[in-house]
């Protein structure tokens, strides 16, 4: 069985440093997932910090939580799009600053809102590679959040690595299926989709093992609970919640 961590409040060298805590809820009818090395902390809405194959990442480190600030030793820095709730303009070029030997990738329209030192902008199909995790770059626009709102870019990240399960965090769009996703970042709510929404991309996945909600802060309690056990139910994917913290090994 996998162990399931939650963090102390201090994100410092390691993710591994003490955890406290019990297992995070867990919804579906199948065994709980466990795949291998890839450790995976949520770090509050759509931030997830993924440490696979000797690497670091940290994924949308956003205005909706504080719980990255104090994040050292990052290998990269993805970000998905330009919304502060993805890349907070006050405190992430901070973090940049003491992280200074860690790459920056970003959708190529973030730098209209913040200035990340060293970003360096992808477009879809691009690849990169952190040490010895392969980095795809998919999908292209942010979803629709109303016709009279202008569509920004939107970049979904799909981490790989040799003997680890295949991560995806899709930023805020639904648009993108890629294949062989095992590990994913599910948006569980945002003013641009519906919950069917929501399920039919899980099941356009082919339903992965195991799914991590993000991209909750807008919802209370209940509506968590409710909307991971549905989307469960209808699509068979696990739900693991890792809110507040907590972090687990895959």
Not at 24 to 50: F, N
Not at 101 to 110: G, L, M, P, S
Not at 175 to 183: F, I, L, M, R, Y
């Amino acid at each position: 069985m996998a162990q399931v961590r939650t963090q102390l409040p201090r994100y410092l060298d390691t993710c591994s440093a003490e955890c406290l805590g019990s297992r995070p809820p867990v919804y579906g009818m199948g065994e709980v997932c466990h795949y291998g090395d890839m450790k995976i902390t949520h770090l509050g809405h759509a931030c997830v910090l993924v440490e696979a194959a000797g690497a670091r990442i940290l994924i949308d480190p956003g205005a909706f939580s504080d719980l990255w600030h104090g994040v050292r030793n990052l290998d990269a820095v993805l970000i998905t799009h330009q919304h502060a709730d993805h890349v907070d303009p006050d405190d992430a070029p901070g973090l940049l600053e003491k992280n200074p030997q860690a790459k920056v990738f970003t959708a190529d329209d973030v730098d209209q809102t913040v200035l990340l030192p060293g970003a360096e902008p992808v477009i879809p199909g691009q690849t990169m590679s952190v040490e010895g995790v392969r980095i795809e770059a998919v999908g292209g626009n942010h979803a629709i959040i109303h016709q009279d709102i202008p569509r920004i870019h939107n970049i979904g990240y799909l981490l790989r690595a040799e003997g680890e399960p295949t991560f995806f965090h899709p930023g805020d769009a639904l648009d993108a299926a890629p294949e062989g996703v095992e590990v994913l970042a599910l948006p569980l709510m945002g003013p641009w989709a519906a919950m069917k929404e929501h399920v039919e991309f899980v099941r356009a996945l082919n339903a992965p093992k195991c799914s991590i909600p993000i991209h909750d802060e807008l919802l209370s309690d209940r509506g968590r609970e409710l909307l991971s056990r549905q989307i469960s139910n209808l699509t068979g994917t696990e739900i693991i919640s890792l809110r507040g913290g907590a972090c687990r090994d895959f």
